[in-house]
């Protein structure tokens, strides 16, 4: 076993707070199909058992009995490969105990209780109280990324980089949303990723302002904002890296909405540091891109109040970011104890914890004129003495702007992984 492992291993050892109860993680199974063309989708180990196991192994298991110690009761189950596996598919045994010794080493703990993680096992029965008390330590403790995982979401964002820099170059009118895609995601590869981390989104003049946007064949037109949002992934850890472009030159109008987003985007990363609550550092990069829209004659009143009325959400209406590394969200969520804030401008604010060294977070502002949203008559109404309507009007077409990087929490100053991607336009 490598060391980074065995060290992570013996780290959560201590982190689970397990008493005397065992731990079991699934992998998962592939997932046939449903035409019976004799394949599966694509198959992606449960991120609770890559992090603990370090390989893609469908039907794994990896177990933890904190009775056997910290370092010598952990075991890897994996499943016999078959000849059809060797003939058809090439694939290789993997070192590990054989899944069929799984049950009998579960009945030598009869009685003890099973928290259980990753995807379902067969054979094992979790206590729920359990499972959900040791998922939360489980994923608090995944927080914090060691030296190797820090050296993969490095070598991730330098891939990310390479295919960023082929944009520029190719940002002319009549080039299409999937052409985008396809020389960003080969660029990719090229620099060594092994995938791209997630759904690439590439939006070009209004689909800038869909936040999920799947690349269509739809050209970009002289003017128009261009916004991309993907990263690659090198043995399943990625980077995840948001740019927004303008085909030519920019106007006045889409030059100054860059900018306070720039301008917010460096703030918040200037305040992720050890103990900074990222709900804060949300609210403010929040009240900060409101100010600027005032300054711009799109929003009216004291920047502070505006966030109080939540009428930031009508431009904003994303968290600030999430965790990244081992998943585009990775360790996101609650910090142990904490419960959802109910305000209806958080519900998509991704983490609610102070952050501390090792972790590793998207910061990723955004400003967006979404007819959705801004044509809706209940916010128009809510929110009539807040925002220039007829302004708006103009603009509803714009698209929007997003700008992502991903930042290293230290003890000193943050480290932006992927300040080798420039932010100009």
């Known amino acids: 076993m490598s060391d980074f492992l065995s060290a992570r291993r013996t780290r959560l050892a201590a982190a689970l707070s397990l008493d005397d109860a065992l731990l079991v993680i699934g992998a998962g199974e592939p997932i046939p199909l449903p035409e019976g063309s004799d394949q599966t989708y694509p198959f992606r180990s449960h991120a609770d058992y890559y992090y603990v196991a370090a390989h893609e192994c469908a039907g794994g298991v990896v177990a933890f009995d904190p009775r056997d110690g910290a370092s010598a009761g952990w075991v890897s189950f994996v499943p016999a490969v078959t000849e059809g596996e060797r003939v058809w598919e090439g694939r290789q045994q993997l070192p590990g105990t054989p899944l069929a010794h799984l049950e009998s080493w579960l009945a030598a703990r009869t009685g003890r209780k099973i928290a259980a993680l990753g995807a379902a096992v067969r054979l094992v029965s979790a206590d729920e109280a359990t499972t959900a008390r040791v998922r ?155 100010a600027g829209l005032v300054s711009m004659g799109v929003m009216r009143g004291s920047p502070s109040s505006l966030v109080e009325q939540e009428a930031h959400a009508l431009f904003f209406p994303h968290g600030l970011g999430h965790m990244v590394g081992l998943g585009v969200r990775d360790g996101s969520g609650l910090l142990p104890g904490r419960t959802k804030d109910p305000r209806p401008c958080l519900k998509s604010l991704r983490m609610d914890l102070p952050l501390a060294a090792g972790y590793v977070v998207t910061i990723e502002p955004g400003l967006y004129f979404i007819p959705a949203l801004l044509n809706d008559p209940a916010r128009r109404a809510r929110y009539r003495e807040c925002v220039n309507w007829p302004l708006v009007e103009q603009y509803l077409a714009l698209g929007g702007v997003r700008l992502e990087d991903n930042v290293l929490v230290t003890d000193g100053a943050p480290e932006v992984l992927t300040s080798a991607i420039p932010k100009t336009l």
């Open 136 to 290: 939360d330590h489980f994923k608090h403790a995944r927080r914090p990324k060691d030296a190797h995982e820090i050296a993969l979401i490095r070598r991730a964002a330098e891939a990310t980089a390479r295919g960023y820099a082929k944009l520029p170059a190719l940002l002319r009118p009549g080039v299409t949303e999937r052409a985008l895609q396809i020389e960003l995601e080969a660029e990719f590869a090229r620099g060594g990723g092994t995938r791209p981390g997630y759904g690439t989104i590439v939006g070009t003049g209004p689909n800038a302002a869909v936040l999920h946007f799947e690349p269509s064949y739809r050209a970009a037109q002289p003017g128009e904002f261009v916004l991309v949002d993907a990263g690659a992934e090198i043995e399943r850890y990625m980077a995840d890296v948001t740019r927004t472009y303008v085909v030519g030159e920019p106007s006045a109008f889409q030059r100054d909405l860059y900018q306070v987003v720039l301008a917010a985007e460096e703030r918040a990363i200037a305040r992720c540091v050890p103990g900074a609550e990222w709900k804060e550092i949300h609210l403010a990069a929040a009240t900060e891109m409101v």
